[in-house]
């Protein structure tokens, strides 16, 4: 297994330019979470997905942040337009159940908007 | 070499001895509890994990220990290795599906 892949690795963009962070889940989850990583905040939910659906998407900080998940193997994570306050590491997670289940953190996208 | 939860984000700890790394959670109601590993530039990566209605729950070289009395959660690692060093996290479940991480304790093994 695979385990969870996210794409890019590493994303330098500048301010105003759209930002587009990808995840794969592992096959056969059915639950997907997308959290940032900041030195100053830790790890912070900022939305989750069941059976492709977002179910919670309190932790999304701004309108300028969007989520889909067109399909089980497939979540994008959108910043439009992009602020240097977003440069963090986004890591996507996903999980067999996503109550009280495990998740299965990928690699995360580490991001630096200039 | 122990840590006190999140006062002491860092523990250094001499290859070979044993580690542990505190934690306070802070919902009562909290039924599951993980710990996480992160080393440098990937991502964390499940160790343990430990339900309500235990005490204790025994790895592979690591041990979690939960009091609800007091709220506080423990990781033990035995015979500390180079390979150990990374950030720890811990992490409840404090609604069907969140897990609310903390804010990670820092371990550096000494050869």
């Known amino acids: 297994d695979a385990g969870v892949i996210q794409s890019p690795r590493h994303e330098v963009t500048e301010m105003g330019q759209e930002v587009t962070l990808r995840c794969k889940p592992i096959?056969?989850?059915?639950?997907l979470f997308w959290y940032r990583q900041t030195m100053m905040r830790g790890l912070e939910l900022l939305i989750y997905f069941n059976n492709n659906v977002p179910i919670d998407d309190s932790g999304m900080p701004e309108d300028r942040f969007s989520a889909k998940m067109p399909n089980a193997s497939f979540s994008t994570l959108k910043i439009q337009p992009s602020e240097p306050r977003d440069s963090a590491v986004y890591f996507c997670?996903?999980?067999?159940?996503?109550?009280?289940?495990?998740?299965?953190f990928g690699s995360g996208t580490q991001l630096s908007v200039l | 070499g122990e840590s006190v939860g999140l006062h002491l984000p860092t523990l250094s700890v001499q290859e070979g001895d044993n580690s542990i790394i505190n934690c306070a959670y802070s919902n009562s109601a909290s039924d599951y509890f993980i710990w996480y590993k992160q080393e440098s530039g990937k991502g964390p990566q499940f160790i343990i994990d430990?339900?309500?209605?235990?005490d204790k729950r025994q790895g592979q070289r690591v041990t979690v220990l939960l009091n609800k009395t007091v709220k506080h959660l423990s990781l033990q690692i035995a015979a500390t290795q180079p390979g150990d060093s990374a950030v720890y996290f811990c992490a409840e479940n404090t609604d069907d599906y969140k897990l609310s991480f903390g804010a990670g304790t820092t371990v550096t093994v000494r050869a």
């Open positions: 997670a996903s999980s067999l159940a996503g109550v009280g289940e495990k998740l299965f």
């Open positions: 430990i339900r309500s209605n235990m």
């Open positions: 096959s056969g989850h059915n639950s």
